[in-house]
């Protein structure tokens, strides 16, 4: 089993940056593909970023590309998200989870269905 931690949400203005941290625990990190989601109030849980084990591959929402970028650090089993020139529809509850299948590439990582372990989530606002 793999616990996930989330931490590094909050409040922050238009045009702002976030860093969020997704750590992990329990079985070898570098054995999952660890994937972002959010959901906003009263909307469905969406896809956001995912990366495969080894970081070789990258997959994104048309929503967040260009503006936030995933990675991780195998050694300290956590993964990121950088969230640049946020807007307020950004904000919701922001959740990393990990999925044991393997791809090759990213963009089979999408669906929420395929994962195995998930976060407790952390909030972030985008507000002037």
């Known amino acids: 089993q793999v616990q996930l931690v989330e931490s590094g949400g909050g409040l922050v203005r238009p045009g702002g940056s976030l860093r969020l941290s997704c750590a992990g625990s329990?079985?070898?990190?570098?054995?999952?593909?660890i994937g972002w989601f959010r959901q906003a109030p009263g909307k469905e849980r969406e896809f956001v970023a995912a990366?495969?084990?080894?970081?070789?591959?990258?997959h994104y929402a048309d929503s967040v590309k260009g503006r936030f970028t995933i990675s991780r650090d195998n050694f300290k089993s956590t993964v990121y998200l950088q969230m640049n020139s946020l807007k307020p529809e950004d904000t919701a509850v922001y959740y990393c989870?990990?999925?044991?299948?393997?791809?090759?590439?990213?963009?089979?990582?999408?669906?929420?269905?395929?994962?195995?372990?998930w976060g407790q989530g952390t909030q972030v606002t985008v507000s002037s």
């Open positions: 989870a990990a999925d044991s299948a393997y791809y090759s590439t990213a963009n089979y990582y999408t669906r929420r269905e395929g994962y195995d372990y």
């Open positions: 329990g079985r070898p990190f570098s054995n999952y593909a």
């Open positions: 990366i495969t084990w080894s970081g070789g591959s990258i």
